[in-house]
Structures are given as C-alpha cells and as structure tokens.
C-alpha cells in the first residue's frame, strides 16, 4: 500500500493565532527529525495566502519579517531534504491585517466560494505563481482549506490553467455546513482514489483530476472524551505544541462527546492512536492508497512519538510516497 503522510502547514486562525516558531517552526522541525531518522518523506500543503501576506509586510513591520525570514529558512530546509510543498489555499487572508504586535484574522470570507469567479481564479493562479517562487518546483497538487472545495465547478477552469492533477480535500461520509465551513462528501466513491471532472464527489472515466481522498474514521465519543481529558490530565504530553485556538467550529464538540464523528484519518494528538486501524481498514477494502492528514500546530510530544513508532512499523511493508513521486512516475 501506497501511504501519504500529509501536513497542512499553517497558523491558527481563531483568536490567538499563535506564534509561528510554537505553530510551525517547532513542530515541524521535530517532524523533520523523524523524517531523517527513516528516510520517509512528508507532502506539506503550505498555506500560501500567509506567504503572501509575509511577502507585502515584511517590511513594513519588524515582526512579520522576522516571520517571513524563519518560514522562508525552513520551506527552503523542506525542499532541500526532499519534503513535498504543494498549494493550500485559505482564502481569508485576503482580508486579513498585521497591526505590528500580531495577525488580525477575518473569517468571513473562509472558502473560495465566499469570492467572485474573478478573485477566485486571481487568489489560485497568484497562490500558485506564488508557492513556486519560493519551492522553485511545480504545483501540481491541492487541498483545500478547512475541506471547503464545493461547488467544484467554480475552481476548475484555474485548476486548469496552473495544472493541478492531483486533489486531496475529500474525507469519505464528511459533512459540516455550520459557521464559515461547508463541505458534504456523503455521496463520495468507495474507492481511495478515482478521477473526476466538475464535481469533486462523481467518479469519471478520463476526468482531468484525480481525487486521492484523506482516509476517514468513524471515532467515538468514547475517543473524544479520552482526548480531551488527556489534554487537562497530562498536558506535556498531550496539549498541542501550537499556542493558538482554532476557529469556531458551532456544534461540533458536543457532537464530538455525544454522538461520535466521522472525519480524517489524522497523526494529530490523540488521533494518531487510531493509524493502525485505519490502514487495516483499507487493507480489508482492497485500497491501494491511504492518504493521512496532520498540522504541524498540533502536533503533540505524544502524537509524535507514535507516529515515529507507526513508520518504524510500516516502512518495510507500505511505500511512503508525497505526491510528487507520483508526477515522477
């Protein structure tokens, strides 16, 4: 089996947002380590619309550039190591603001579809243009942020045109359409990869896309009540690395208590205990890919201990691959 150790590069964007060196410095440089320790390589989705706003600000404020400066040092150690950067887009930096102290975050405007049919192929095609100035490689893969990719059809004539293959955002059965979120992968193929034209969820034959859906698990709310009570009950192992908050997601952790939730295979937190299931899961379906998603902002010491012990486990037996070794191939 073909494993994708994925990770979605980014701050918090709730209130605070958190510090880049707690976030994504830190964390991802102790991913880095396990990286060398086995020779297994990561695709970083890079949240390019905070590139963007690094680039205009850096000199204007002391701080940004002291940002800008530690992101730009190590997405040039990720490329050099042989990591994958591919685009993430979250679209709300487009009305964000730094006020010299820290980012001033703005939601409203949180999924493409928020935009007209002309920003939408600006922010792409500039994100893009953008995210390979500073990997000096080619974009040809995509996740969309908070999963929000819906209605396709909007995004596909600049998918199109910067020559995006690849899409990696749908979670099989996911769903949440409450706050600034929507997307709905109920009625998605049963497969772990398919191709697809104008709608992200309909399998085609010769669809110019290939959709390699992020695994899914239907957790407990068994599970969730263990997380959260590890978290107050030995935090240094099981509190985030990231200092910040995420944004308001209404309803969704009494859900997560009461009822249980379907969502992404994850090597976040307490999430990474599940990884071994996951993989038999897909064993038994006959998949040839298992696509797994992770943030560097939460990453636990525990979370990373257990991922360490996963690949040791898995390395001899599945091909870890980004998805830049399937352009390769």
């Given at each position: 089996m073909q494993l994708f150790l994925t990770y979605d590069y980014e701050l918090f964007f709730g209130e605070p947002?958190?510090?880049?060196?707690?976030?994504?410095?830190?964390?991802?440089?102790?991913?880095r380590e396990i990286s060398k320790k086995h020779q297994v390589f990561y695709t970083f989705f890079v949240d390019v619309g905070y590139l963007k706003q690094l680039q205009l600000l850096k000199?204007?404020?002391p701080k940004v550039a002291e940002e800008y400066q530690l992101v730009k040092t190590q997405?040039?150690?990720?490329?050099a190591e042989g990591h994958d950067c591919q685009l993430h887009i979250h679209p709300h930096w487009e009305d964000c603001s730094h006020d010299g102290e820290k980012w001033n975050m703005i939601t409203d405007r949180y999924k493409l579809d928020d935009f007209s049919d002309e920003d939408i192929?600006?922010?792409?095609l500039e994100y893009a243009q953008i995210l390979t100035q500073w990997t000096g490689k080619a974009v040809h893969t995509y996740r969309a942020g908070g999963w929000c990719l819906q209605p396709f059809e909007r995004v596909q004539k600049a998918f199109s045109k910067i020559g995006i293959k690849y899409d990696t955002t749908v979670f099989p059965g996911g769903k949440f359409t409450a706050g600034n979120y929507y997307y709905d992968f109920t009625n998605c193929p049963n497969k772990s990869k398919w191709q697809f034209n104008s709608d992200l969820c309909k399998a085609e034959e010769n669809g110019e896309f290939w959709e390699y859906p992020i695994s899914n698990y239907n957790?407990?709310?068994?599970f969730f009540w263990r997380l959260f009570i590890l978290g107050r009950l030995k935090p240094k192992q099981h509190k985030p690395i990231g200092d910040?908050?995420?944004?308001?997601?209404?309803?969704l952790r009494k859900k997560m208590l009461t009822k249980g939730m379907n969502l992404s295979a994850a090597v976040d937190g307490y999430f990474v205990t599940k990884l071994g299931a996951v993989v038999r899961k897909n064993q038994r379906k006959g998949f040839e890919e298992t696509v797994i998603l992770g943030h560097p902002k939460a990453c636990t010491h525990f979370a990373l201990r257990k991922l360490d012990q996963f690949i040791a486990k898995h390395?001899?037996?599945?091909?870890?691959?980004?998805?830049?070794d399937l352009v390769k191939e």
């Open positions: 947002t958190g510090t880049v060196e707690k976030c994504i410095i830190e964390p991802t440089n102790l991913l000199d204007q404020y997405i040039d150690q990720l490329v192929e600006r922010i792409v957790y407990s709310p068994l910040g908050y995420p944004m308001a997601s209404p309803g390395k001899n037996n599945h091909q870890f691959l980004t998805f830049s």
